[in-house]
């Protein structure tokens, strides 16, 4: 089964609008994250399910030669219009058909979607030249913080952890990257990122994606389009109102390779 066959969220506009408000909140985050980097001009990059391309860009703004690839053609089209990136169609099972080797090679949100993480680390591990550093970031999605409590909002945690395990993915994946890094890479850091919105287009989220996983959810039998629509109701209610709200904690990790 290819990841576009089991990624649960939506894809064209709906999930090019929900990406763009991810990356937003995500975006701080993985720019501390590069910081940690002894950056060098001319690094050959590889990020790993792309989607807009927002941390490919990010890569090349720091000099480095950078491909995007992503198996969604929709997200290509729209991150290939802008950045100096090239952009490739390409299931991450298939990363031996890309020339390599890369000095960094980087995924966000991808591993957490996918049946066999460790398979898709290993892939990557595999193009980094020796004493590369290998960089990923992914959700752990019980950790999210809501106050004051709204029960639509929990409802949504369990949903979203259930279809995503009956889907093949692992919503708890962020707490276990260390655990998917093959032989030969050692961690240079270990942490997470998890900004707290008391205001802003990023307290959208969670209904962004409630609203993407509506129809998984009634194909698995988990809720009807009614429970949805009710659950989606209560949770703008809450937005609307003064509150705290966090995405999902990000871990995020470095790893270089042995030389």
Not at 90 to 97: G, P, W
Request: some cysteine; aromatic content about 6%.
């Amino acid at each position: 089964m290819a990841v576009s066959d089991i990624y649960l969220l939506k894809r064209g506009y709906l999930g090019a609008l929900r990406l763009g408000v991810l990356a937003q909140a995500a975006g701080p985050g993985t720019v501390a994250l590069l910081d940690r980097l002894p950056w060098e001009p001319g690094w050959t990059c590889l990020d790993v399910g792309c989607g807009l391309g927002h941390v490919a860009r990010e890569l090349a703004r720091r000099g480095g030669r950078v491909t995007g690839v992503d198996s969604a053609t929709e997200f290509l089209e729209a991150a290939g219009r802008q950045g100096q990136v090239e952009y490739r169609l390409l299931d991450v099972r298939e990363l031996e058909r890309l020339p390599g080797p890369y000095q960094l090679i980087s995924s966000r949100y991808l591993l957490s979607h996918l049946a066999e993480p460790v398979r898709a680390v290993a892939g990557m591990g595999e193009l980094l030249r020796p004493g590369g550093y290998l960089v990923l970031e992914d959700v752990d999605f019980p950790g999210h913080v809501c106050h004051p409590p709204c029960s639509a909002f929990e409802k949504y945690l369990e949903l979203y952890q259930e279809c995503a395990r009956r889907r093949g993915g692992d919503a708890r994946l962020g707490r276990k990257l260390s655990n998917l890094l093959p032989e030969g890479l050692q961690i240079r850091y270990y942490g997470v990122h998890q900004p707290l919105h008391l205001r802003g287009v990023e307290r959208r989220v969670p209904e962004l994606t409630l609203s993407h996983i509506s129809s998984a959810l009634q194909e698995f039998g988990l809720a009807s389009r009614g429970e949805v629509a009710s659950l989606l109701r209560e949770i703008r209610g809450w937005r609307r109102q003064p509150g705290m709200l966090s995405l999902a904690p990000t871990y995020q990790l470095i790893a270089q390779k042995a030389p």
